[in-house]
C-alpha cells in the first residue's frame, strides 16, 4: 500500500472531495484507510440506567484509492513512485519533485530524540 500512516492526503472523490486530512489508520487486506475528520458518521446511542443518551461522531474507512498524496517538499497532490537506494531499502518518490516522501520525517524523528 502506497498510503502510510501520518500521510497527508487529498480526498478525489466523494462528497468530501477537495478536502484534506491526516491518516489515522490502514487496513492493508481491505484497501481502505481511515482519514482524520473525513467521512464522518453519527451513531445515536440509547440512554441507559445510569447514563444519558447521546450522539457519537466517528470516521468511517474510505478506499485508498480515492485519495492522493501531498508531497511534503512541493505541496502538491501526486502519485507515488518507488526508488531503491544503495543501502538496498525501497523509499517512496514524489512523482513531481523526485523527492523522498519519508526522507522529512525520518530527520524530523532524530533531532526530536537527540
Known amino acids: 500500500m502506497k ?3 501520518n500521510d497527508n492526503v487529498l480526498i478525489l ?3 468530501n472531495k477537495g478536502k484534506t486530512g491526516k491518516v489515522l489508520r490502514t487496513f492493508k ?3 481502505k484507510i481511515i482519514v482524520e475528520k473525513i467521512n464522518i458518521r453519527v ?3 440509547k440512554k441507559k440506567q445510569n447514563q444519558p443518551g447521546e450522539r457519537i461522531q466517528f470516521e468511517v474507512p474510505i478506499p ?3 485519495v492522493k498524496i501531498i508531497c511534503p ?3 502538491k497532490a501526486t502519485r507515488v ?3 531503491i537506494s544503495k543501502e538496498a531499502k525501497k523509499q517512496r518518490l514524489c512523482k513531481k ?3 523522498p516522501l519519508d526522507e522529512l520525517k525520518i530527520k524530523e524523528s532524530r533531532k526530536i530524540t537527540q
Open 3 to 5: 498510503v502510510k500512516v
Open 13 to 15: 472523490s466523494g462528497k
Open 29 to 31: 487486506k481491505t484497501g
Open 43 to 45: 451513531r445515536h446511542m
Open 64 to 66: 485508498f484509492s480515492n
Open 73 to 75: 517538499h512541493c505541496k
Open 81 to 83: 513512485g518507488y526508488n
Open 97 to 99: 519533485c523526485r523527492e
